[in-house]
């Protein structure tokens, strides 16, 4: 009796002592299957009854998107060489070990145990320490086999074949900006933008075998053996035999029985070191590893056996297979296969508008960029002329949710679309792709293959009951597209096989062309400089380097040999345009196309004006040479008298041309003198040029001096020199008798006696003094200002700020805080009194001197920058920001972009606090890149757009390929405010896992936070119960009175806000206070404000 109770005891010990994470039990233990396997493997592996001959052998150059049309991928595919597929692998000697150096060492991924057929979970870390084990040491069997490596570092090393990537639907139909989107490297479904499946790495050891199966989905499968070698057993995807494949599956026996010997046909192919295969949809096979063995491959759906996918996933569904081990997002993969090919076949689009704004945001090119790469489309007028239609742009989904992409809107209904012609649609490579011409061209024609199978999906899609159809939230009034699905299709029954087999895609996305951000170590192409140009120019537009969004050369403007006004600079980002050359070069494509002419007319035009031209110049060289030969013809005929005089009358011509071109010379010289020596003269009396302080004498050595005679200058007109001199020191000479001018002009006067002030400039013990004219000067009249009667120092100084610039320019000086003469004090004076200023005065303080100009730039003076509510930022702001690096800068309620605040804060790395409140999460979102500082403080109250889903990508670990370091780039934040977005407890939950600094969290207005919230953010363990010292919480109507005994458990509280919380009441708030008091004195406002008093 005491059995049946210590069994159960010893197996829950057993598995609570399993660590390991395990994959869904079907019903079946592991000690039920464990080596039940019954029929001999070896006997398997040397049989020849497996002897079907289904596997064709090809060339890499042959394997064109065009003979995918011709034959559907029906037959399984093996190039023994990788030349003219197009694939990319790494060396040969990459090893185990290397895919841990490139997808990291902390990575997880499902290993198989080949005795059971069941999975485990291992590090990269553990699985290299397995597979690097000997093989007589090794206790058991494991197999990768779903290691998917997209959006890590090794994705940039390894390339599937072209063809490939021109089939796939995850290239060519899903939307581009949810790839895009997806940061986290691992198969997470949670965490998931797109089927990502694209690239795998499959990693074996010697005797791993991997039972019959067919690819999830129906996916075909490229397969690239780069180390080792694999044996495939074969099986076609014939009806029956897809019945005796569900059979056995359903069973259970699949140990008992080798699914080959069931079969009417089945083909033992081995794969060596080097080959590439290709399995089509539908096909049956099992795999057996003969050395350990490292390969690539990877799994895509297309167009050209849509039948077989579909009845593939009809088995997977009737089998019960997991759907964790399925094809993600298959039926809203489905739905966007119809709307693209309605898009491209009618350009009748079936989004929402609100997607195409979203996928607008999402964008990181500018309007101007989706227009030059084709990427937007032109609503349709039949009245208008094709210039005059506007220009929308098209989107195609929403973000993926935990509900598999799906969301609580619809839009309205779909608009009539046109896709504008693009010389860059479709992307160069394999296959030898073009721009796909306009229905108003040409017919589009369909392959047999593609119009079987988009029959074949209709029929599905309306089968299938309103609960399973998985609609995207992007495609609105799906009734009304499968009904215009139909009519493409009965449009299309009788389309020609022939010109079907273009060789062309026709769903395909255009080529798209980031604008990127110039590096500090770029160079003027023609130049060679960095910073500024052969001419010294670096201040302006002109010698600033400029890249061109169209043609990429960074070029200064200032060395172009044209016309640079007819540039377009960019308003978006700094140093940014479109040169002279390409805007030339579209007007002439547009002047082409109003005459009805195509750019290859315009080579054709181009050629014919190089060929008159050169013959022009032919003909003018000829009549030179037949001038010349004919004048020395005449030559020859004089006689020699006649020769010499024609040679001595030629002297003479140009001996007197010579001697007239000499006087001219000389007297535009004199003039030129002339008129520089009166201008000299007129700048003696000039009021702005500066004075030399002379000597001044006594009034009655003026009158004893010699009195100069009017008129002694040397033109007669204006008085010379030394009179003006005399003026100009018996103006400066104090002359009692002015201020009595009815007085007699021999009365004596007593001279004044001289104040202490006046002693000391005459000792020249003040500063250098610059003298002006007075006013009064100028209009002939009495001046007021008098210096005393004394003379000053023998040797005065002129002071010149243009000459002092001037001593400047030819001896710098080793340090810029020295300053010009001109200032009284030292820079650092200057600077304690700068710190009084606000930024508007200083700006206006940048404008007296060069030396302020550049003392104001003083980062220590812009600390704190304030662009609030400022409705355009201007490169020219965008740089002088980062010019002064500020600690804090606030952007709130301002028009910024992604682009621009992504620049921003690639160049300032200290920044420390960010105001974003009142901003679109389309700018918002540039702060998810591993870029971003480490902030204090972050402000998002407001922010448009942002919710739980932005939330994960701004909080998470941002993706960057093999890096070590996983925290948050917000794991410093200790402010943080969140006022009046649309969040929930998701939100929280992350806040509470990345930021363990936090103590000041605003919450203020947010609609969906209740009481389980503060639990959540008081729970123990959490990071906020210890940190938070400050939680505003106003205008939170879900909260109730429940929620103040979460509060009780905050440690450090300080203040908590309970404003205009409808179902708070004040008793709650007053028994709180005096709970909270135990601990300290705190008080409570009438607006529900719990303070502690310091």
């Keep these: 009796m005491m059995e049946p109770e210590v069994e159960p005891e010893c197996r829950s010990r057993r598995l609570r002592a399993v660590t390991r994470r395990r994959y869904e039990d ?28 289904f596997v064709r052998f090809m060339e890499g150059k042959d394997f064109t998107f065009q003979y995918v049309q011709r034959d559907g991928l029906r037959s399984p595919l093996i190039f023994k060489k990788k030349d003219g597929l197009g694939i990319k692998m790494p060396d040969p000697d990459f090893s185990v070990n290397d895919v841990k150096m490139f997808v990291g060492s902390r990575r997880m991924v499902d290993v198989m145990d080949v005795n059971t057929q069941r999975g485990i979970e291992m590090t990269m870390a553990q699985w290299v320490k397995y597979y690097e084990t000997p093989a007589a040491e090794r206790e058991k069997l494991y197999n990768v086999i779903s290691l998917e490596f997209s959006h890590t ?11 490939v990537d021109l089939v796939d639907w995850v290239d060519n139909i899903w939307p581009r900006h949810l790839k895009e989107r997806q940061t986290e490297a691992t198969n997470a479904i949670i965490e998931m933008k797109y089927p990502k499946v694209r690239k795998y790495c499959l990693m074996s050891v010697r005797g791993c075998y991997t039972d019959f199966h067919i690819d999830f989905g129906g996916t075909s499968v490229w397969y690239h053996i780069h180390r080792g070698g694999k044996i495939f057993w074969l099986i076609p995807p014939t009806p029956l035999n897809l019945e005796i494949y569900e059979s056995w599956v359903l069973s259970g026996k699949q140990g008992d029985i080798f699914l080959g010997d069931k079969v009417e046909k089945c083909q033992r192919i081995e794969l060596k070191q080097g080959y590439t295969f290709l399995i089509p949809s539908g096909w049956i096979h099992a795999v057996y590893t003969p050395e350990d063995t490292l390969v690539f491959g990877g799994n895509f759906l297309h167009s050209f056996n849509i039948p077989t996918q579909l009845r593939i996933h009809s088995i997977e569904d009737r089998t019960r297979v997991p759907s964790k081990f399925r094809y993600p997002f298959y039926f809203e993969m489905c739905w966007y296969v119809i709307e693209r090919y309605v898009f491209f076949l009618t350009k009748s689009s079936h989004l929402t508008k609100q997607f195409q704004r979203e996928s607008q945001l999402i964008d990181e090119g500018t309007e101007s960029d989706n227009t030059e790469n084709g990427d937007d489309v032109k609503e349709e007028d039949d009245t208008d002329d094709a210039s005059d239609k506007e220009r929308i742009h098209q989107s195609d989904v929403m973000p993926a949710d935990r509900n598999g992409l799906l969301s609580d809107f619809r839009g309205s209904a779909g608009c009539s679309l046109k896709r504008s012609p693009s010389s860059e649609s479709l992307d160069s490579g394999a296959g030898s792709v073009g721009s796909q011409d306009s229905p108003a061209d040409h017919w589009i024609h369909l392959t047999h293959f593609e119009h079987v199978g988009l029959q074949s999906l209709l029929d599905k899609l309306q089968s299938l009951p309103d609960h399973k159809k998985c609609v995207p939230s992007g495609v609105q009034h ?6 215009e699905m139909q009519k493409v299709l009965e449009d299309h029954m009788n389309d020609d096989p022939k010109l079907a087999c273009s060789g062309f895609p026709i769903v395909r996305w255009p080529k798209r062309r980031d604008k990127p951000i110039l590096p500090h170590t770029a160079l003027c192409m023609i130049c060679e400089e960095v910073g500024q140009n052969a001419e010294g120019e670096s201040n302006s537009v002109r010698g600033a380097l400029m890249e061109c969004s169209a043609c990429s050369e960074i070029v200064h403007p200032a060395c172009l040999k044209m016309n640079i006004s007819m540039g377009i600079i960019s308003k978006e980002l700094p140093n940014c345009w479109e040169c002279p050359k390409c805007v030339r070069q579209e007007r002439n494509k547009l002047a082409l196309m109003k005459k009805g002419l195509s750019p290859k007319d315009s080579g054709e035009i181009a050629r014919r004006r190089y060929l008159a031209e050169l013959l022009r110049k032919r003909e003018e060289q000829t009549r030179r040479v037949q001038a010349i030969e004919a004048a020395r013809r005449r030559l020859e005929i004089l006689t020699k008298r006649k020769k010499f005089d024609y040679l001595l009358l030629r002297k003479k011509r140009l001996a007197a041309a010579e001697h007239n071109a000499r006087k001219k010379i000389k007297f535009e010289r004199e003039q030129i003198l002339l008129r520089t020596k009166r201008k000299a003269e007129d700048s003696l009396e000039s009021p702005i040029r500066p004075k030399i302080l002379r000597p001044l ?8 001096a010699p009195h100069p005679r009017p008129g002694s200058s040397k033109d007669g ?20 008798s002015r201020a009595k001018p009815a007085s007699g002009s021999g009365t004596s006067h007593h001279p004044r006696q001289l104040s202490e002030i006046e002693k000391a400039k005459i000792r020249g013990s003040l500063l250098t003094v610059r003298l002006h004219r007075s006013p009064g000067d100028f209009n002939g009249a009495t001046a007021h200002h008098r210096l005393p009667n004394a003379s000053l120092r023998q040797t005065p100084r002129v002071v010149s700020w243009q000459s002092e610039c001037q001593c400047q320019r030819d001896n710098p000086s080793p340090s810029s805080d020295t300053p010009p003469e001109d200032h009284m004090m030292q820079r650092h004076l200057w600077m304690s009194v700068f710190r009084y200023l606000t930024q508007k005065e200083l700006c206006v303080c940048m404008r007296v001197c060069k030396a302020w100009s550049k003392w104001c730039c003083d980062k220590r003076l812009w600390t704190k920058i304030n662009l609030s509510r400022c409705k355009s930022i201007t490169p020219t702001a965008l740089g002088s920001i980062s010019k002064r690096l500020p600690v804090s800068l606030d952007l709130s309620w301002s028009n910024i972009s992604r682009k621009q605040l992504t620049w921003l804060i690639n160049r300032l790395p200290g920044l420390k606090d960010l105001f974003l409140s009142g901003c679109s999460w389309s700018a918002i979102s540039a702060l998810s890149t591993s870029s971003c500082p480490l902030l204090r403080t972050l402000d998002l109250r407001w922010a448009e757009g942002l919710r739980d889903t932005q939330m994960r990508d701004l909080l998470c670990t941002p993706d960057k390929p093999g890096q070590l370091d996983n925290r948050s780039k917000l794991r410093n934040v200790t402010d943080f405010r969140l006022a009046g977005l649309d969040i929930s407890d998701i939100t929280l939950r992350l806040i509470i896992r990345h930021m363990p600094l936090l103590s000041r969290l605003d919450l203020s207005h947010c609609s969906h936070l209740s009481d389980h919230s503060l639990n959540l953010l008081t729970a123990v363990g959490s990071s906020t119960r210890n940190s938070l010292s400050e939680l505003q919480l106003e205008g939170c109507n879900k909260l109730t009175d429940q929620c103040l005994n979460y509060l009780k458990r905050i440690g450090n509280i300080s203040c908590i806000n309970l404003h205009n919380c409808k179902q708070i009441s004040t008793g709650a708030c007053e028994l709180l206070l005096s709970e909270l008091s135990v601990n300290g004195l705190f008080c409570l406002s009438e607006e529900r404000q719990i303070r502690k008093i310091s």
């Design 153 to 163: 570092r090794l994705e940039n090393i390894v390339q599937r074949p072209a063809t």
């Design 717 to 736: 007109l204006r008085p010379g020199r030394s009179e003006r001199f005399h003026r100009r020191q018996l103006r400066r000479c104090p002359d009692p």
């Design 478 to 483: 799906p009734d009304a597209l499968l009904s």
């Design 26 to 53: 079907d019903g079946i233990s592991d000690d039920e299957i464990e080596g039940k396997r019954t029929f001999d493997l070896d006997e398997k592996l040397e049989s020849v009854t497996f002897n079907a001959t």
């Design 697 to 704: 004498r006594n009034r009655e050595d003026l009158a004893l």
